[in-house]
């Protein structure tokens, strides 16, 4: 089992920036891929950003492309989302999840889910 715990959202200007964390406990070494997830009031949880435990490499959905950031400290056992130029559009409860195998886009690839945390975007 992994426990996650997201923190650093709120309300901010559009163009503005946040910075989420995601710690995880437990069985963090049997951890292949941690990503962000995201849902707003009325839509479906969709796929934000991924970054794989070992290696690094990274994923980003077409949205964020260039204004997210998703990065890692091993050492912390926490991933880190950095979102800058914030849109109204970004307003959404932001969900950090883990998985200890192969993954895709879809929500149903990761077992691990935290408990959330909510951006407001304010134009």
């Known amino acids: 089992q992994v426990q996650l715990v997201e923190s650093g959202g709120g309300l901010v200007q559009a163009g503005g920036s946040l910075r989420l964390a995601c710690a995880a406990s437990?069985?963090?070494?049997?951890?292949?891929?941690m990503a962000w997830f995201r849902q707003a009031p009325g839509k479906e949880r969709e796929f934000v950003a991924r970054?794989?435990?070992?290696?690094?490499?990274?994923y980003y959905a077409d949205s964020v492309k260039g204004r997210f950031t998703i990065s890692r400290d091993n050492a912390k056992n926490t991933v880190y989302l950095q979102m800058n130029s914030l849109k109204p559009e970004d307003t959404a409860d932001y969900y950090c999840?883990?998985?200890?195998?192969?993954?895709?886009?879809?929500?149903?690839?990761?077992?691990?889910w935290g408990q959330g945390t909510q951006v407001t975007v304010s134009s």
């Open positions: 999840a883990a998985s200890p195998g192969i993954v895709t886009l879809t929500p149903g690839s990761y077992p691990y």
């Open positions: 437990g069985r963090t070494d049997s951890t292949y891929a």
């Open positions: 970054i794989m435990w070992r290696g690094g490499n990274t």
